[in-house]
């Protein structure tokens, strides 16, 4: 029986390779949790759940059916609804709370696949360049000319970050003025 990954396309094991990677970090970082997340991810994930919904529904129903006198084999215990609005407004505050917390967490985590994302760019940036360099000097070894040799050159000559960075932020000193 063939080998499964001799009869792949390299393209596709290169794929394979790094849904691999991925996955190997996501499952990481899940371990490396710290209980306070875990708690506060598990909050959150409640609170944003129909059964949360349901739940309230449910119980918040029941206290103001009782509260309004429709059951009468249970005491009137809040006719003002002043408990009630007291519990879903402490309640609010948590919820709010575990929410930013989880917000936090997933900003923190946005500017990782940023930084991510950043360094393949750059990768990126730098293998074209190369590239072009090699494709220039091939060209001019064998003498060939073409419409876009200037626009070549300026595309193999590299940039770095700091140079873009420091334009940016030219830029928008330049706007604000």
């Keep these: ?59 918040f129903g029941i206290w103001i059916v009782v509260n309004l006198g429709f059951l009468p084999i249970v005491p009137v215990f809040d006719p003002t609804f002043a408990t009630l609005a007291m519990v879903a407004s402490v309640e609010a505050i948590f919820i709010t709370t575990f929410v930013l917390i989880s917000q936090n967490r997933m900003a923190a985590n946005d500017a990782k696949r940023a930084d991510l994302n950043l360094q393949v760019s750059l990768l990126a940036e730098q293998e074209a360049t190369q590239l072009l360099t090699l494709v220039s000097a091939i060209a001019d070894r064998l003498d060939v000319k073409t419409d876009v040799d200037d626009a070549i050159d300026e595309l193999a000559t590299e940039i770095t970050p700091e140079q873009v960075l420091d334009r940016l932020e030219e830029r928008e000193s330049d706007r604000s003025k």
């Design 1 to 59: 029986m063939p080998d499964p990954q001799t009869t792949e396309p390299p393209e596709a094991r290169r794929l394979d390779r790094n849904i691999r990677a991925i996955l190997k970090q996501r499952e990481d970082a899940e371990r490396n949790k710290s209980v306070q997340d875990r708690v506060s991810e598990r909050i959150t994930n409640f609170a944003g759940s129909l059964r949360f919904i349901f739940l309230h529904l449910f119980l």
